[in-house]
Each structure stands twice: as C-alpha cells, then as structure tokens.
C-alpha cells in the first residue's frame, strides 16, 4: 500500500516562500503522477498541481506564476515550492498520488492515496 | 470547467438508515469521469468510488455509486457511525463540489 508523508515548516511570513515535501513509501514514484492539494479552514479542497515522474509539470493556472512542484525519484520525494504568500495561501496542504488518464487532447485525473496532510499558517 | 453541484449540503440521518447524496454537473461528464471521496475531521480524504460506480480498493459495499450524464449519486445503505463526514465529489480533472456533510441526527 503507497503511503505518503508531508514535511516541512508549519508557518511561514508573508511575501516568502513556502516549502513542502512529500516522502512516498510502499512503492516508488515511478510510472506515477504525483500532486499537491490544498484546503483553506472550513471549505473545500483545491489542486494546486502534479508532477509525472520524470519531471514534467501541469499546475493550476490560478498558482502557476507562483507555484513549482519538483521531484527526486532517488529519496522517493516530491516538493512544493509556492511563492509570494499571503494569508489566503493559509491551508491544509496534502500531498497525493494521482491516477491520469488520456483523454482526447486532455489529462483527467483523481486522486488514489493522499498524505495525512499538514496545516501551513502564513502569519508575520 | 464544468460545475459540481452537490446536495443537500447537510445530511441529518441516524445510523443505520440511508444515505443519498446527489452530485450534479454544469455540463455532462465525459465516459462518467466521476470520483467520490470521503473526509472525516482532521483527516484527509479518502477515494470512494471511481469511474463513477467503481468501488475503490478496500470500501465497504454498502457504498455504491450510480448515475451518468450530468446526475450522479453515492448512497450509503446503511450508515455505521463511522460513516459520518463530508463527501465530495469531482469529475476528473476539474475542481471538486462544495461537499455533503452528513451528521448524526
């Protein structure tokens, strides 16, 4: 069974960057998507963007000027990297594994395991 | 994108009893694109369905899902208390509907 594990700083000020990383176990990151979710206190869950394993990225086009998802297939690691942040960017920031599919000139995806997630506070 | 609509937004049932949740789309979903997910508090979520009617590995099958085209359906035959939390769905690729919660009456 693929588990995942966010890490990384619980609060970060404001206009900085934050970082996370996801450590997968229980199988490797290749021949997968691999994604970042967020959801801010109270309301519903937003994708931020997936990574394939060989380094090729799609994010969502409302955090792609400042969103970068990186991945380190020898650690079995992927990373987040959102910068300029503000306090709407405070949130529950999962990682997950997701499932893409093919379909016409689109990629669909859902998500089959996720992480248990870690709450990012952006305060000064 | 297309629009995820889910209803009721609060669902008061006890355990026991049944459950119908109803997810419906702006416009239809492609080949039935749709996954259920379950989130209890403090948790992450958890995939339900699949392929709107695939019952994810290891989900118990009092959870079914149903429905294609723009209408689609997770019920829960009988609820057990772990069964209450917040569902959503999400057509693939596109952003999630604003959930159910379903609480003990």
């Known amino acids: 069974q693929v588990q995942l594990q966010e890490s990384g700083p619980g609060l970060v000020k404001p206009s900085e960057t934050l970082s996370l990383t996801c450590t997968v176990s229980g199988g490797s990151l290749s021949s997968n998507y691999w994604s970042w979710l967020r959801q801010s206190p109270g309301m519903g869950l937003d994708w931020i963007g997936y990574i394939y394993y060989t380094g090729s990225t799609t994010y969502n086009s409302s955090l792609e000027s400042r969103v970068m998802i990186s991945v380190d297939t020898s650690n079995n690691q992927f990373s987040l990297k959102l910068r300029s942040v503000s306090a709407a960017d405070t949130a529950v920031y999962y990682c997950?594994?997701?499932?893409?599919?093919?379909?016409?000139?689109?990629?669909?995806?859902?998500?089959?395991?996720w992480g248990q997630g870690t709450l990012v506070t952006v305060s000064s | 994108d297309i629009v995820l609509t889910q209803s009721p937004g609060t669902l008061s049932l006890s355990p026991g009893e049944r459950a119908t949740l109803s997810c419906r789309a702006s416009?239809?979903?492609?080949?039935?694109?749709l996954a259920w997910y379950q989130q209890k508090p403090g948790q992450a979520p958890r995939l339900l369905i699949y392929g709107a009617s695939s019952r994810a590995t290891g989900i118990p099958d009092r959870f079914s899902g149903s429905g294609s085209g723009t209408d689609f359906t997770l019920t829960i035959t009988r609820l057990e208390p772990e069964d209450f939390a917040v569902y959503y769905c999400?057509?693939?690729?596109?952003?999630f509907g604003g959930g159910t919660k379903v609480e003990i009456k």
């Open positions: 999400q057509q693939y690729g596109a952003p």
């Open positions: 416009r239809s979903v492609s080949n039935n694109y």
């Open positions: 997950a594994r997701a499932n893409v599919l093919r379909y016409f000139d689109s990629n669909l995806y859902y998500f089959d395991f």
